[in-house]
């Protein structure tokens, strides 16, 4: 079993739907979380960073994590266009010496 | 301000040889990883450098796998006798002191032929 489980998708939305991206995981050592955004042949950028149970918002960008159900969702209002990228959700324990990604879920946002 | 670089960008080498990727973090940034990325899948954590400590190298898959970072800023991931398998892109990202964001460079993608 992996570390961090991912839908890969693709997942493919009307411009102004809500996605909702998600991630399972097994190792209650996790204490930090990140959803990360990849466009075709670029490195990931952080988009998204959370350590605790809840959710946190950021513009467009809702970040849910429930601890005791091991799962983590990324929310997306008013999806656009320029969203259509690669989410790779990512984990790791308090000493951030080795960071868990999951394989990524591809989304479109037709316009 | 510059953000991390990797070269090349895109190397082919034949089955058997060795290749050296080489990554320049960020100024300042005292961690520094290796991932590998293979089509459809997930970052595969490959080591770790934290300033003058001894590297994690607990992702290196096999032995033909090595890294260095010299003076804590310039690292070079080595595959010796490169095969097919090899082929994916191979991302770098390093950390500044205290933080946790990982700035990621473009990657390199290695085909082995």
């Known amino acids: 079993q992996k570390e961090v489980e991912q839908d890969p998708g693709p997942l493919s939305v009307p411009e102004g739907a809500i996605v909702s991206l998600n991630c399972t995981y097994s190792?209650?050592?996790?204490?930090?979380f990140m959803w990360y955004r990849q466009y075709s042949r670029k490195g990931p950028e952080l988009l998204m960073y959370t350590y605790s149970s809840g959710n946190k918002e950021d513009g467009r960008f809702t970040a849910q994590v429930d601890k005791s159900s091991k799962y983590i969702s990324l929310f997306i209002r008013d999806s656009q266009p320029s969203d259509s990228a690669t989410y790779l959700c990512?984990?790791?324990?308090?000493?951030?010496?080795?960071?868990?990604f999951g394989s990524g879920t591809k989304l479109n946002v037709k316009p | 301000g510059a953000g991390v670089s990797q070269s090349p960008s895109n190397k082919v080498t034949e089955k058997g040889k060795d290749v050296e990727l080489r990554c320049d973090p960020i100024s300042g940034h005292t961690a520094l990883y290796w991932y590998r990325q293979s089509l459809g899948q997930g970052l595969e954590f490959l080591i770790y450098?934290?300033?003058?400590?001894?590297?994690?190298k607990s992702g290196l898959p096999s032995d033909r796998f090595s890294a260095e970072r010299t003076g804590g800023s310039v690292s070079t991931l080595t595959i010796q006798r490169t095969q097919q398998e090899d082929s994916a892109v191979y991302l770098c990202?390093?950390?500044?002191?205290?933080?946790?964001?990982?700035?990621f460079g473009p990657g390199t993608r290695l085909t082995v032929t």
């Open positions: 990512a984990m790791s324990t308090y000493n951030f010496n080795k960071f868990y």
């Open positions: 450098f934290q300033g003058n400590s001894a590297p994690d």
């Open positions: 990202a390093s950390s500044p002191p205290d933080e946790d964001e990982q700035y």
């Open positions: 190792n209650s050592a996790f204490q930090y």
